[in-house]
């Protein structure tokens, strides 16, 4: 299998409540990413890991978190939804430096 | 920090005719360049990268880097109606594992 999975394709969350989204892919590969698009605006990375190490964004430092428990799961966590956190979570993944990474179709999170 | 900006940011294309995008970045020692298209409701999918100054040729699809003006475009020859979708730029920072990725051009191609 050459896709990258995401779970839920569709997420409703309340206020402040902690939301907590899912990726996989089976490619042995070693890079996995998320990013948060918004109508009109460019993909924005948020963290990627590198094996297990996690590099995170400075800007979205202290509102993501992420766990990657082995190769084929890497999480997105969100403490305590905020309506800005309203968007489009797109995961990927890439098999090595300099390879372009492959994306999944993305979860739609609506905060009410 | 590193931007990326595209234009234009829609575009009508008659069918048949070559459709032309343009993008340009910050920092000219990113590892490399890349374009996405993702159709509606479909996840982005990698078009063509380059690392290095010149042109690439994949069928209908070219694309051309200049490092020394920062610009980077994409032309598509002999447009179709399936070629009708967002097309996203994106240059590679750390260490060529990460991607930054332009707003991007919404093309639609008129049959």
């Known amino acids: 299998d050459t896709t990258v999975k995401q779970n839920p394709r569709y997420k409703l969350a309340r206020v402040g409540k902690p939301v907590n989204l899912i990726c996989s892919q089976t490619?042995?590969?070693?890079?996995m990413y998320w990013y948060q698009k918004k109508p009109n605006q460019a993909p924005k990375l948020l963290l990627f890991?590198?094996?297990?190490?996690?590099?995170r964004e400075a800007d979205t430092f202290e509102k993501f978190q992420s766990s990657r428990p082995n190769n084929s799961f890497c999480s997105l966590y969100i403490g305590s939804a905020g309506l800005e956190y309203s968007a489009m979570y797109l995961c990927?993944?890439?098999?090595?430096?300099?390879?372009?990474?492959?994306f999944g179709e993305g979860t739609r999170l609506s905060v009410l | 920090q590193q931007k990326v900006q595209q234009s234009p940011e829609s575009l009508i294309v008659p069918e048949g005719a070559m459709t032309s995008l343009n993008c340009t970045f910050s920092?000219?020692?990113?590892?490399?360049f890349a374009w996405y298209r993702q159709h509606s409701g479909k996840a982005p999918k990698a078009l063509m990268s380059?690392?290095?100054?010149g042109e690439k040729e994949e069928g209908r699809f070219t694309i051309h880097l200049n490092k020394a003006s920062l610009h980077f475009s994409l032309h598509i020859r002999d447009s179709q109606p399936s070629d009708s979708a967002l097309y996203l730029c994106?240059?590679?920072?750390?260490?060529?594992?990460?991607?930054?990725f332009g707003t991007g051009t919404t093309v639609s191609v008129s049959p």
């Open positions: 890991y590198y094996d297990k190490i996690l590099n």
């Open positions: 380059i690392f290095s100054n």
């Open positions: 920092d000219s020692a990113s590892q490399y």
């Open positions: 990927a993944s890439s098999p090595g430096q300099n390879q372009a990474p492959l």
């Open positions: 490619m042995n590969h070693d890079t």
């Open positions: 994106a240059e590679a920072y750390q260490g060529g594992r990460a991607l930054i």
